[in-house]
C-alpha cells in the first residue's frame, strides 16, 4: 500500500494541491501536529498569566447569590485526606511530559545536525511543551496545597484535554505509518509515548483528584455540594481501580449474582456513586444556571453545557479514538491479501495479525466506553432536568401554572427531560458521520484516486433531501408534541376524575370524554404518521448511500482505466460498510437532536416562568412586631392570568406571555396576635379562600405589606393525601414520637376510624384517598399539619366534610386544645363556632368590611347578621319540624354495640398482603420447563374438577424429568461440539487452504463487522428484554377485573323507567374488595317514590358507600337493591346510571368554559343553561366575566372555589332532570344562607322526584320526610 503524501513527508510548508490534501496536511502530517500541539503550550500559558495577573491585580471577590447552589452540604467533621492516587497521577504525568521535553531538547541540540530541516522548529516546540508541563506540575501542587478536595482548575483541565486530543491525532497518523512499516523515527515512537502519558491526564480532568466529590464538576470549578455522599462514595463503580473502570471488571460481582439467582432484585443492585445521584446532578446544574443579570435565551442548555462539559468532552474523545480504531482493520485488508497472494516471512503475518489485534482491542474498549459515558452523561442530565422541572413545578405561579397545564408539565418530565437526556449521547453523531465519511474518502483516495470524488454527488443528493425533509419535519414535530399535551392533559384529568365520570352516566360522560380522548389521539398519530413518514424516507436515503457511493466509485475508477484487485475491492468495500451504520442511524440522530432543541425550548419557557413571588411576604421565624403574628396592612392582591386563557390553551402553553393581572382583593388590612383564633366567614365568592393564599404569598401583590412571624401550616379546603399508609401520611417524613402522635390522632378525632380499620394507623391509603371518606381525607390532612407543631395554622373549611359532632370535637380538642397557643386562622361556614373565637373577619366581594367580636359584630354588620340569621332560621325550622339534634349527636357517640351490650369487635384479616392495596409487580422469571411445571401445579391445585393424586404426581414427575434430560442433552450437545470445533481447529491449524486466496478480502471485510454485531446482538437483546417490561405491564393491566357490562340485551328496562322511584334495599352488604371487611353490614331501606330521604352518620359510616352501591361502582357483597321492581345487578350499567342524577361529593369541574361544564353533550340552549344558573346561583357570577358561558375553567377548576363548584355541578342536575337524584353532601362548602336557598329551589324543581340527600349539617335535611342514621356501616335509626 503506498501512502498518501502528506502521511509521510516531514516539510512544514504543503505543496500545491487540493483542498482536501491541504486539510490533510495540516492536521495528519508530522510538522503541523508539532504546531498544533505548541499553539495548546502557547495559550495555556497565557491563561495561566492572564489568572496570575487577575489573582495579584484584586481580591477574590465573594461568590453572587445567584450563582449559590440551591442544595448546600451540611457541614461534616473534618476528614482524613481524600486519596492521593489521582493527584500523584496528575503530578507524576506531568512532570514526566516536563522532564521527557526537556531531555529531548539536551539531545537535540547536541545531536541533530545543523542542516536537519527541523533544527530550529524543533527545539522552540520542545522549551514551550516543558514549560507548559512545568507549570501544570506546579499548579497541580498549589491546589493540593489550597484545597485538597478541589477539583482541577478549569484552564488546566482543557490543556489537559486538548494535549490528549493532540496526542491521539499524531498516534493515529504514527499507527497508519507503521502498518506501513514506514514509521518517522524517532518523532512516532515519540508520539505514542505521549498519548500514553495524555491518557491519564485526560482521565483526572474529568474525574477529578478525588472519588465521587468532583468528578461532575463544571464551569466554576467548585467543590460540588452533594447529598448523601458518605452513603454512596463505597459503591463499587466508585470503589473500581482506574484499571476495574477501563475494563468493566467493577459489574462482575453483579453479573455474577444475576446468573447464579437467574434473576437480580431492586436489593441487589447498588447504589449509584454520589456524583451520580440526581441531588448531585441537580445542585450543579442549579449552580450554573445563568444569573438573572444575564439574558439568556437557552438558560438550560447553558446550564447543561456549564455542568456536564468534561463529560461531553470525553465522550467526543472516546468517539474519536473509536472512530480511529476502527480504520485500523480495513487499513489492512490490502496487505493481509498481497500476503496471502505473494506469501512472506512468518514475522510479517505476525506483524499484521498483532496490529489488527491491538487495533480491534483499541475499537472495542473505545466503542465500550463512550456507549457507557454516554448513557452515564444522559442519566445524569435526566436526573439534574426531571429533579429541575419538579420543584419549579411547586414554585410556579398560579398563572404560570394554568398557562402550561398538568398535561403539559406531565410531559415536560416524563417526555421532554429523557429526549433531552437520550439526544445528548447522540448528539455525537452530527459531527461523527461527516467526520467517518471524510476520513473514509481520504484513505480511499490513496487507492482509488480521484474517481472518490465521485461519492461528493450522492452526498450532495443526500444532503438536499434531508434539508427539505427536516424542514417539514420539525414542523410536524411542534405540532405532534402540541397534539400530545393535549391528549396527555384529557387522559390525566379523565384518570382522576374517573368516579365522577362515571356517575354522570346520564349525560353520557364515558362516551364524552372516551371521545373526546380518541379524537385527540387520532390527531396525535395523524401528526405522529406525517413525521414518521418523512423520518422513514430519510432513512431509505441514508442507508442506499453506501451502496450508491460503491456503485459510484467502482464505475468512475474502471471508467478512467483503472485496474481492480480484490485487495481494492475489498479495502473499498470495507471502508463503506462501516459507513453503513452511521449513515443509517444519522437520520435518527437528525429527529432526536430535533425533538431535543424543541424539547428544550419548552424546558426553557418552563423553567424560567414566573414564580411566586417569595418577596412578598415578609417571613420573620422568631421576635416580631411584639405580639403580631400575622399583618397585613394596605393589601391589594390579584391572580395572574395568562391572556390566552380567554381563547383556550394552545399547543405553546402560553409561555411567553406577560400574564394578565385580575384583582380579587382589595384594601385589605387586618391583624393577628399571637395565640388568637381568628375565623373568616362571608358568601360564596367573597374572597375567603384567596385572604389565606395571599397570607401565603401565593398572590400577586400590586401593593401593601404582609408580614408574618413564626413557621405556617396550611389545610386546604380539598384535602390533599398520598399513596402511603395513615401514619406515613400524618408524619410525612418527620420523626415519630409516638407521645405527640397519639395525641395529634385524639385531637383530630381518628382514633376510632383508626380502630375500624384493619391494620390501625399501617393501613394504606389508595391513590387519592380513594378508599377514605371525604371526612377521613380531611382529618387525615389536619393531623398531618398539627404534627408539623408549626406557629400559625390557616385551615380552609375544614369542617365542611365532617359532622357535627365530629366538628364539634375538633373544635374543642384541636383548635381550642392542641392548637390553644397557636396562632389560627380559620375559614368556616359553620355560624356555631363563631362564638368561640376571638375575632372574626367577615369578607364580601373581596373586601374585609368589618372585624370583631362575636357580639360587636352581630349589632353593627348588617351582612354578618344575615349569615347567623339564615343559620338560627334554619336550626329553628329544623327543631320545629321534631328534627332532635342531639339524637343524632348521641347515636354516632355510641359505639355499636351487641344485643349483650359489649362492643363489637371488627374481624381482623391476619393476611397483610389481601388487604394491600398496591401491590409488587409480578415478574415473570424461569424457563419453559419451570413454567410449565408451575402451571401444572397451578391448574391441579386451582380446585376445578376432582383431585387425582396419582395423576398429579405422574404428570409433576414427568414434567420435572423432561426438563432434567432436555438440560443434560444440551449441555452434551455444547459441550461435544465446542470440543469437536476445537479439535479440528487445533488439529490443522492454518493449512493451505484454510482460506482460498480469493476469500482472504470478503473474509476480513465481513469479519471486521463481527465485533459491533456481537454488541449490538446483546444490547438489542437486552432492550428488547427491559421493554418486554411495558408488554407484561399491559398484559396483567388488561387482565384486572373489569366492571359489569355496559348494557344487557336481554334485561332492557323500558325507556321511562324509574317511573315511580321506588328504592328497596334489603340485607345490603357491601366491601371494597375481597378479604377486606365489610363497610355497609346489613343495610335494609325501604324508599317510596317521591320520598325525601336524608342520610346522616359520622364521617366513615358508609354514607357514600351507600350512594356508590346504588350506582354499582362498588358491587354489593349480598344482599338486593330493587327499584320499581328491577334488581339493579341485572341491568347494563348505562342503563342503571343513565336515570339517575347525582352531585357528588367532591365537586368536580374540568377544563374547559362553564357551557362546556354545564352541558358537555351539547344538548340544551342557552337560554336553558342560563335558568340553571339562575336557579343554582351562579348567573350573576358568570354574568360578570366578559365571556359570559365561554369563560374559562381551569385545569381542576382551580379558578373557581369549591363552593361555586359545588354550585355549578347542582346546575348540571337541575338541567338533566331524573327521576331519582343522589346529593352526597352538595352544599357542604356553601353557607348557611346559600343552603337555605338551595334547599328551597330542591323543594320546587324536584317535588316529584326521590331525593336521597347526605348531609352533614341539619338544616340540610330538615325537609326530609325520613332520616336514616347510620353508624359504622349499620343502620342505627330511620326515622320520620
Known amino acids: 500500500m503506498t501512502l498518501p503524501w502528506w502521511l509521510l513527508t516531514t516539510s512544514c510548508t504543503p505543496p500545491s494541491s487540493s483542498l482536501a490534501g491541504t486539510l490533510a496536511f495540516l492536521f495528519l502530517s508530522p510538522c503541523p501536529q508539532r504546531a498544533l500541539l505548541a499553539a495548546v503550550d502557547i495559550l495555556f500559558l497565557a491563561a495561566c498569566l492572564v489568572l496570575l495577573a487577575l489573582r495579584l491585580g484584586s481580591s477574590s471577590p465573594s461568590r453572587a447569590p445567584e450563582r449559590e447552589p440551591l442544595l448546600q452540604r451540611v457541614p461534616k467533621p473534618p476528614s482524613p485526606s481524600p486519596p492521593r492516587f489521582r493527584y500523584t497521577l496528575a503530578l507524576a504525568a506531568s512532570s514526566v511530559f516536563a522532564a521527557g521535553s526537556v531531555v529531548l531538547l539536551v539531545l537535540i541540540l547536541l545531536l541533530l545536525p545543523l542542516t536537519t530541516p527541523w533544527r530550529v522548529v524543533e527545539p522552540a516546540f520542545l522549551i514551550s511543551h516543558a514549560l507548559a508541563h512545568a507549570v501544570a506540575a506546579w499548579t497541580v501542587v498549589s491546589s493540593r496545597r489550597a484545597a485538597p478536595s478541589s477539583p482541577p482548575a478549569k484552564h488546566l483541565r482543557v490543556f489537559w484535554l486538548a494535549t490528549a486530543l493532540c496526542a491521539a491525532l499524531s498516534s493515529a497518523s504514527a499507527a497508519t505509518r507503521l502498518a506501513d512499516a514506514s514509521l518517522i523515527l524517532p518523532d512516532d515512537v515519540i508520539s505514542f ?108 442548555a447553558v446550564a447543561l453545557w456549564r455542568s456536564f462539559w468534561p463529560q461531553f468532552v470525553l465522550t467526543g474523545m472516546l468517539g474519536v479514538a473509536n472512530i480511529a480504531a476502527m480504520y485500523v482493520g480495513p487499513s489492512l485488508v490490502d496487505r493481509f491479501v498481497t500476503y496471502i497472494q505473494h506469501g512472506g516471512t512468518p514475522w510479517e503475518g505476525l506483524k499484521l495479525v498483532l496490529i489488527l489485534l491491538v487495533g480491534k482491542a483499541a475499537q472495542t474498549l473505545a466503542s465500550h466506553h463512550y456507549n457507557f459515558q454516554g448513557q452515564l452523561l444522559g442519566m445524569r442530565i435526566r436526573g439534574a432536568l426531571q429533579t429541575s422541572l419538579y420543584r419549579k413545578s411547586l414554585r410556579l405561579s398560579t398563572g404560570a401554572r394554568r398557562a402550561h397545564g398538568t398535561g403539559a408539565i406531565v410531559n415536560y418530565m416524563q417526555v421532554d427531560a429523557g429526549t433531552v437526556a437520550s439526544a445528548m449521547h447522540g448528539l455525537h453523531g452530527l459531527w461523527q458521520v461527516p467526520l467517518q465519511v471524510m476520513v473514509s474518502l481520504l484513505l480511499l483516495y490513496t487507492y482509488l484516486g480521484v474517481s472518490v470524488l465521485m461519492t461528493l454527488a450522492v452526498i450532495v443528493a443526500a444532503t438536499a433531501i434531508t434539508a427539505f425533509a427536516n424542514k417539514l419535519s420539525l414542523d410536524y414535530q411542534l405540532r405532534f408534541i402540541g397534539a400530545r399535551d393535549g391528549r396527555v392533559r384529557a387522559l390525566t384529568e379523565m384518570l382522576n376524575h374517573m368516579r365522577v365520570i362515571k356517575l354522570q352516566a346520564l349525560q353520557a360522560w364515558e362516551e364524552t370524554f372516551g371521545g373526546k380522548v380518541r379524537e385527540l389521539r387520532q390527531e396525535e398519530m395523524g401528526w405522529l404518521v406525517k413525521f414518521t413518514l418523512f423520518m422513514c424516507a430519510n432513512n431509505v436515503v441514508f442507508s442506499s448511500c453506501p451502496l450508491a457511493m460503491n456503485v459510484l466509485v467502482f464505475a468512475t475508477y474502471l471508467a478512467s482505466g483503472g485496474h481492480l484487485d480484490a485487495g481494492k475491492v475489498f479495502t473499498a468495500t470495507s471502508f463503506f460498510s462501516m459507513l453503513e451504520g452511521p449513515m443509517r442511524s444519522f437520520p435518527q440522530t437528525m429527529v432526536s437532536s430535533m425533538q431535543a432543541f424543541v424539547s428544550l425550548g419548552r424546558l426553557d419557557a418552563f423553567l424560567s416562568d414566573t414564580e411566586v413571588d417569595t418577596t412578598a411576604v415578609d417571613r420573620v421565624e422568631s ?45 385589605i388590612d387586618v391583624e393577628v396576635s399571637k395565640g388568637e383564633l381568628v375565623a373568616v366567614v362571608g358568601m360564596v365568592g367573597s374572597g375567603k379562600s384567596s385572604l389565606l393564599s395571599c397570607i401565603m404569598g401565593e398572590m400577586y401583590k400590586l401593593s401593601g405589606k404582609v408580614s408574618i412571624y413564626g413557621s405556617t401550616a396550611f389545610v386546604a379546603q380539598t384535602a390533599w393525601i398520598r399513596n402511603g399508609t395513615i401514619q406515613e401520611n400524618i408524619l410525612f417524613g418527620n420523626t415519630m414520637h409516638p ?51 408549626c406557629d400559625i395554622y390557616l385551615l ?144 391441579e391445585t386451582s380446585g376445578v374438577g376432582i383431585f387425582n393424586t396419582s395423576l398429579f404426581l405422574g404428570v409433576y414427575v414427568s414434567i420435572v424429568s423432561a426438563s432434567v434430560v432436555f438440560g443434560m442433552i444440551s449441555n452434551i450437545v455444547v459441550t461435544f461440539s465446542g470440543l469437536h470445533s476445537a479439535q479440528a481447529f487445533f488439529t490443522k491449524i492454518l493449512p493451505s487452504n484454510f482460506i482460498k486466496k480469493e476469500f482472504v478480502g470478503m473474509s476480513l471485510s465481513y469479519g471486521l463487522s463481527l465485533n459491533s454485531l456481537v454488541y449490538y446482538t446483546i444490547l438489542i437483546s437486552c432492550t428488547v428484554e427491559n421493554d418486554m417490561v411495558a408488554v407484561e405491564r399491559v398484559h396483567q393491566y388488561s387482565n384486572l377485573p373489569s366492571e359489569a357490562a355496559w348494557e344487557v340485551a336481554d334485561c332492557l328496562p323500558s325507556p321511562d323507567w324509574p317511573s315511580r322511584g ?28 317521591g320520598e325525601k ?40 350499567l348505562h342503563d342503571l346510571r343513565s336515570r339517575f342524577g347525582v352531585i357528588p361529593q367532591e365537586p368536580v369541574l374540568f377544563e374547559g368554559t362553564v357551557r362546556s361544564n354545564i352541558d358537555p353533550t351539547g344538548q340544551y340552549s342557552e337560554a336553558e343553561i342560563w335558568q340553571a344558573l339562575e336557579r343554582c346561583q351562579l348567573k350573576d357570577i358568570v ?98
Open 193 to 300: 509515548a505521549a498519548l500514553l502519558l495524555s491518557l491519564p491526564l485526560s482521565y483526572v480532568a474529568v474525574a477529578g483528584f478525588t472519588t465521587g466529590h468532583d468528578a461532575s464538576e463544571g464551569g466554576d470549578g467548585e467543590t460540588n455540594h452533594h447529598i448523601g455522599d458518605e452513603a454512596h462514595d463505597a459503591t463499587p463503580y466508585a470503589a473500581a481501580s482506574l484499571l476495574s473502570r477501563v475494563t468493566f471488571s467493577w459489574i462482575n460481582p453483579l453479573i455474577s449474582k444475576g446468573y447464579a439467582a437467574k434473576s437480580l432484585a431492586a436489593a441487589d443492585v447498588p447504589s449509584l456513586a454520589g456524583d451520580h445521584r440526581a441531588e448531585a446532578s441537580y445542585a450543579l446544574f442549579m449552580s450554573n444556571w445563568p444569573s438573572s443579570s444575564t439574558t439568556s435565551r437557552h438558560p438550560v
Open 623 to 667: 421576635g416580631g412586631d411584639g405580639d403580631v403574628a400575622v399583618k397585613v396592612h394596605g393589601g391589594v392582591f390579584a391572580w395572574d392570568v395568562p391572556d390566552s386563557e380567554a381563547k383556550g390553551n394552545d399547543e405553546q402553553n402560553g409561555r411567553g406571555e406577560e400574564p394578565r393581572k385580575e384583582t380579587v382583593l382589595d384594601g
Open 739 to 789: 407521645e405527640r402522635y397519639s395525641e395529634v390522632i385524639r385531637a383530630c378525632c381518628l382514633e376510632k376510624d383508626i380502630e375500624m380499620m384493619d391494620f390501625g394507623d399501617q393501613t394504606e391509603i389508595g391513590e387519592r384517598g380513594i378508599n377514605l371518606s371525604g371526612g377521613q381525607k380531611q382529618r387525615i390532612q389536619l393531623a398531618r399539619a398539627v404534627y408539623q407543631d
Open 796 to 939: 380552609d373549611d375544614i369542617f365542611s366534610a365532617v359532622d357535627a359532632h365530629t366538628g364539634s370535637a375538633i373544635f374543642t380538642e384541636c383548635l381550642k386544645g392542641i392548637l390553644k397557643n397557636k396562632t389560627v386562622i380559620l375559614v368556616t361556614h359553620q355560624v356555631d363556632f363563631l362564638q368561640n373565637v376571638d375575632k372574626i373577619f367577615v369578607m364580601k366581594d373581596g373586601l374585609v368590611i368589618q372585624s370583631g367580636s362575636y357580639p360587636e359584630l352581630l349589632a353593627s354588620c348588617s351582612e354578618f347578621s344575615v349569615l347567623v340569621a339564615a343559620h338560627n332560621s334554619s336550626m329553628e325550622m329544623a327543631e320545629e319540624q321534631g328534627f332532635l339534634v342531639q339524637n343524632t349527636e348521641t347515636s354516632l357517640d355510641t359505639k355499636s354495640r351487641n344485643e349483650n351490650g359489649e362492643k363489637t369487635s371488627i374481624a381482623q384479616n391476619t393476611d397483610a398482603n389481601s388487604s394491600k392495596l398496591i401491590q409488587e409487580e409480578e415478574k415473570e422469571t424461569g424457563r419453559g420447563f419451570s413454567m410449565a411445571s408451575n402451571y401444572w401445579l397451578s391448574y
Open 1062 to 1089: 321506588d328504592i328497596d334495599v334489603k340485607d345490603l352488604k357491601v366491601r371494597y374488595r375481597q378479604n377486606t371487611p365489610l363497610i355497609l353490614k346489613g343495610i335494609t331501606v325501604s324508599i317510596k317514590g
Open 1093 to 1132: 330521604i336524608g342520610i346522616v352518620g359520622r364521617t366513615g359510616s358508609g354514607k357514600s358507600t351507600l350512594v356508590q352501591a346504588l350506582f354499582r361502582i362498588v358491587e354489593p357483597a349480598d344482599g338486593h337493591i330493587i327499584i320499581d321492581d328491577f334488581n339493579i345487578c341485572t341491568l347494563g
Open 1183 to 1280: 354574568a360578570s366575566k366578559p365571556e359570559k358561558l365561554d369563560a374559562l375553567v381551569a385545569d381542576m377548576g382551580e379558578n373557581w372555589s369549591v363552593g361555586q363548584k359545588q354550585l355549578l355541578c347542582f346546575g348540571r342536575v337541575i338541567l338533566k332532570r331524573s327521576r331519582i337524584l343522589f346529593m352526597d353532601e352538595a352544599t357542604a362548602s356553601v353557607d348557611s344562607q346559600t343552603d337555605a336557598v338551595i334547599q328551597r329551589i330542591i323543594r320546587e324543581e324536584f317535588t316529584e322526584c326521590t331525593v336521597i340527600s347526605i348531609a352533614h349539617r341539619i338544616p340540610t335535611v330538615m325537609d326530609s320526610d325520613r332520616v336514616l342514621v347510620l353508624d359504622a356501616g349499620r343502620p342505627w335509626t330511620y326515622h320520620p
